[in-house]
C-alpha cells in the first residue's frame, strides 16, 4: 500500500454539488483550497476544514489536481481559459477533472487545449443528485486516458460509489448525457402515475411503495417519492439544469443519427415547466407540469 502523500486538490465550483463533494475530500484527508464567487460558500468550505482562495489563479497554483464543478459549458470555458482561468495558472502536469454537466465537444476542446499548457484532462460528470453528493454515492462517468483515470481513482471513490471510464475525452459526457434522458422518461412517467393514481382515489403512498418494489420501481422513484408525496420541490437538481442536459442529449443525438421520440416530448415538458416560472425548482416538479395538463391549479 502507498504512503504517497495525498495530491493538493483546487476545487472551482461550490454549489449544490460542489459544496458537500468538496466536504467528503477534506473529510478523506485531501488538503482542499477552493474557489467560487460566493464568499457564504467559501466560509462554508472553510468551516469544514478546507482553505478559502482569493482567485482561481491562487486556488490552482500549487495544486496537483483541480476540479471543476460548475452549471454548463459556458462556465466550464469561463474558468478554463483566459489570463485569470485554470490552464494559464495550473502547473504542468497537473491533473484537471472537469465534474460538471457540458457537451462532449466542449470537453474534446478542452482537453486540447490543456495538452498543449501540460494539463492532463479528465470529463467525470456525475449522477445521483444533491443526496448522493452529500452521500458520497454518486456514479462518475469518466472520459480520457487509462492512466490518468487510475491516477485520480482514489479521489473518485471517496465522492461515489460507482466510478466507470467509459471511453477518450468526451465519453463521460455522452453517458451523462445519455443517464439525463433516462432520468427525465423516467420523472415525467413518474408524475403522471401520480397524477393518475391521485385523481383515481388510490392511497398514494401505499400505491408508490409497492409499485417501488416491482419492476416499476426506480432508483428515480425511490429518491424522488417524498418530493411527490409532499409536493417539497426544493431544489436538489434543478428544471433550469435538467433544461440545459435535454439541450445536450438531444443535439448530441442529432449529430450521430439517433432518434429519441421520447425524450424529444419530455425535453418539450422540461422547456414548458421552465417557461411557467419553475426553473428554479428540483426536476420532480414535473408533477407540476402534469396537473396543469389535468387541470389542476397550482
Not at 200 to 206: E, K, N, P, T
Not at 210 to 219: E, F, H, Q, R, Y
Not at 265 to 283: E, I, N
Amino acid at each position: 500500500m502507498s504512503n504517497a502523500p495525498l495530491p493538493k486538490v483546487a476545487w472551482i465550483g461550490l454549489g449544490i454539488m460542489g459544496s458537500p463533494m468538496s466536504e467528503n475530500l477534506v473529510e478523506a484527508g485531501y488538503d482542499v483550497t477552493g474557489f467560487t464567487p460566493e464568499q457564504d460558500k467559501l466560509d462554508r468550505l472553510a468551516a469544514a476544514g478546507g482553505t478559502a482562495a482569493a482567485s482561481i489563479a491562487e486556488a490552482v497554483r500549487d495544486a496537483d489536481v483541480i476540479v471543476t464543478m460548475v452549471p454548463a459549458s459556458p462556465q466550464v470555458e469561463a474558468v478554463a481559459y483566459g489570463p485569470d482561468g485554470i490552464l494559464d495558472n495550473a502547473r504542468p502536469g497537473a491533473l484537471l477533472i472537469d465534474m460538471s454537466s457540458i457537451t462532449p465537444q466542449t470537453s474534446v476542446n478542452l482537453a486540447g487545449a490543456a495538452r498543449e499548457k501540460g494539463v492532463r484532462v479528465l470529463d467525470a460528470p456525475v449522477s445521483g443528485g444533491e443526496a448522493g453528493a452529500v452521500e458520497a454515492v454518486l456514479s462518475i462517468m469518466v472520459g480520457g486516458e487509462q492512466a490518468d483515470f487510475e491516477a485520480a481513482r482514489p479521489l473518485f471513490e471517496a465522492l461515489g460509489r460507482t466510478v466507470v471510464l467509459c471511453g477518450p475525452h468526451g465519453s463521460g459526457q455522452t453517458v451523462k448525457a445519455a443517464n439525463q434522458l433516462i432520468v427525465a422518461v423516467n420523472l415525467q412517467a413518474c408524475a403522471e402515475a401520480v397524477v393518475f393514481l391521485e385523481k383515481s382515489g388510490v392511497d398514494l403512498r401505499a400505491a408508490l411503495d409497492v409499485l417501488n418494489g416491482g419492476l416499476a420501481g426506480s432508483t428515480v422513484l425511490t429518491r424522488k417519492k417524498e418530493n411527490f408525496l409532499r409536493r417539497d420541490f426544493r431544489p436538489g437538481f434543478r428544471v433550469d439544469l435538467h433544461h440545459k442536459d435535454m439541450g445536450i442529449v438531444t443535439d448530441a443525438a442529432r449529430t450521430v443519427g439517433a432518434a429519441l421520440p421520447a425524450g424529444a416530448v419530455v425535453a418539450q415538458l422540461v422547456a414548458s415547466l421552465r417557461a411557467q416560472g419553475d426553473g428554479g425548482l428540483d426536476h420532480s416538479a414535473l408533477l407540476r407540469g402534469v396537473e396543469r395538463l389535468s387541470g389542476a391549479q397550482v
